[in-house]
């Protein structure tokens, strides 16, 4: 959470709508944003999990990249940015990706989209001023970089997701994971991706602020939506083993060691057609063949007190191994769960570690990730 005065913080074109339905506000990003409703955070997290949970994720970026002549140009100069397939993204699709620096670390992980004759592309809001600079330093000649600043963007999120969006826009049923699509609707343009940030089957849905809340309350209106706060998007990104940027990976961590490998398609690795030329490359690509010297693992404690971020790792004898980037609880799996970096010589699932809490040293185990499973529609 930030610490700025609320004086200073920007308001969601949701935020009436947030305080009418009991949102407790909280700073974050430089967001006044709803971090739980009265029906609380573990009740809302399991509820996107039996149901479907209304996200309110305006705070984000969204941008859209559109070539000022040839969109081959435009595509070639945004892969030259990041160690990912983006001229092999079909029309219609989406995929993640990573900015990174000259040293390998993430500057930021984002969501880039192939509509046709442009790229949309969701980045995250701490970032988003520093990755439209970083965007137009490196795609002037080819393309023009533009902000979106009118348009809300909502996930909806869980089992019930499909249906709840399909009652208003029938189309929505039809896509697949990472789909894109536009719909003409009664509340504006609907620029929607099957996709989250939850590991549940879902929508993101990026709609004109003009329709945003008559959207946000239809879908409210519909069987099985409930609105969720902060505070359950991060236990619920927390178990399906999801990344947050400036905790879990940041600008001194490669894609590499945070366990992100298979976001670096073959096309751009050693040997591939496309290989390298991406900012980072040398060590990117070494570490790929050599492996890192740490990794990105998942953590259960071994009690029932959570090891949040911050709590050192150590050897049963006492050798300093790394750190907890995120830890909570875990509504599904009923227990503590953590993400963390360690030696890569004690990284394999199963082995046993120690967490210094409060002065003591408690157990925690190297466990797969995720935690708990992903729904994706396929």
Same mark, same amino acid.
């Given at each position: 959470?930030t610490?700025?005065?609320?004086?200073?913080?920007?308001r969601?074109?949701?935020?009436?709508?947030?305080?009418?339905?009991g949102?407790?506000m909280v700073?974050f990003?430089?967001?006044?944003?709803?971090?739980q409703?009265p029906?609380?955070v573990?009740?809302?997290?399991?509820h996107?999990?039996s149901a479907?949970?209304l996200?309110d994720?305006s705070?984000m970026g969204?941008v859209i990249?559109?070539p000022?002549?040839?969109? @081959? *140009?435009?595509v070639?100069?945004?892969? +030259?940015? $990041?160690p990912?397939?983006v001229a092999g993204l &079909? #029309?219609g699709?989406?995929?993640y990706g990573?900015f990174?620096?000259e040293?390998g670390?993430?500057l930021d992980?984002?969501?880039?989209a192939?509509?046709g004759d442009h790229?949309?592309?969701v980045?995250n @809001? *701490?970032?988003k001023?520093?990755?439209? +600079?970083h $965007?137009?330093?490196?795609l002037?000649?080819? &393309? #023009?970089?533009?902000h979106i600043?009118d348009?809300a963007l909502l996930?909806?999120?869980?089992?019930?997701?499909e249906?709840?969006?399909?009652?208003?826009?029938?189309?929505?049923?039809?896509m697949?994971?990472?789909d894109?699509?536009v719909?003409?609707t009664?509340?504006?343009?609907?620029?929607?991706?099957?996709?989250?940030y939850?590991?549940?089957d879902?929508f993101?849905i990026?709609v004109p602020e003009?329709?945003?809340?008559?959207?946000a309350?239809?879908l409210?209106?519909?069987?099985g939506?409930m609105?969720?706060?902060?505070?359950a998007r991060?236990?619920?990104?927390?178990?399906?083993?999801?990344?947050?940027?400036g905790?879990d990976?940041?600008t001194?961590?490669?894609?590499?060691?945070?366990g992100l490998t298979?976001?670096i398609?073959?096309?751009?690795?050693?040997?591939?057609?496309?290989?390298?030329?991406?900012?980072g490359?040398?060590?990117?690509?070494q570490?790929?063949?050599?492996?890192?010297e740490?990794?990105r693992?998942g953590?259960?404690p071994?009690t029932?007190?959570?090891?949040?971020?911050?709590t050192?790792?150590f050897?049963?004898d006492g050798?300093?191994l790394?750190?907890?980037?995120?830890?909570?609880f875990?509504?599904s799996?009923?227990a503590?769960?953590?993400?963390?970096?360690?030696?890569?010589?004690?990284?394999?699932?199963?082995?046993?570690?120690?967490?210094?809490?409060?002065?003591k040293?408690m157990a925690v185990t190297v466990?797969?990730?995720?935690?708990?499973p992903?729904?994706?529609?396929r």
């Open positions: 959470m610490d700025l005065n609320t004086s200073d913080l920007k969601l074109v949701l935020h009436d709508l947030h305080v009418s339905l949102g407790r700073p990003a430089g967001y006044d944003m709803p971090v409703y029906a609380g573990m009740t809302e997290h399991l996107t999990r479907a949970g996200f994720v705070h969204q990249l559109r000022t002549g040839d969109m @081959a *140009a435009l070639a100069g945004f892969e +030259a940015m $990041m990912v397939d &079909a #029309e699709r989406q995929r990573l990174t620096n040293q670390g993430i992980d984002l969501m880039f192939n509509r790229l949309f592309v980045v @809001a *701490a970032c001023d520093a990755d439209v +600079a $965007m137009t330093a490196h002037s000649s080819v &393309a #023009e970089v533009e600043t348009r996930a909806l999120q869980g089992p019930l997701a249906a709840a969006l399909a009652a208003w826009v029938p189309g929505v049923a039809e697949r994971f990472m894109v699509r719909f003409d009664s509340f504006g343009p609907m620029w929607v991706s099957r996709s989250g939850t590991g549940e879902g993101e990026s003009a329709g945003a809340a008559d959207l309350r239809a409210l209106s519909t069987e939506v609105p969720i706060g902060l505070g991060d236990s619920l990104r927390l178990e399906a083993g999801l990344c947050l940027y905790h990976i940041d001194g961590t490669t894609p590499v060691e945070a298979w976001a398609q073959k096309v751009r690795r050693s040997g591939g057609a496309r290989a390298g030329g991406f900012p490359a040398d060590r990117i690509l570490e790929l063949t050599e492996g890192p740490r990794l693992v953590l259960s071994q029932r007190a959570p090891m949040r971020e911050g050192q790792l050897d049963p050798t300093p790394g750190e907890v980037t995120s830890g909570g875990g509504p799996v009923q503590p769960v953590a993400m963390g970096y360690v030696a890569t010589s004690h990284a394999a699932p199963g082995t046993a570690l120690e967490g210094e809490v409060r002065g040293r466990t797969p990730i995720p935690f708990h992903t729904t994706y529609k």
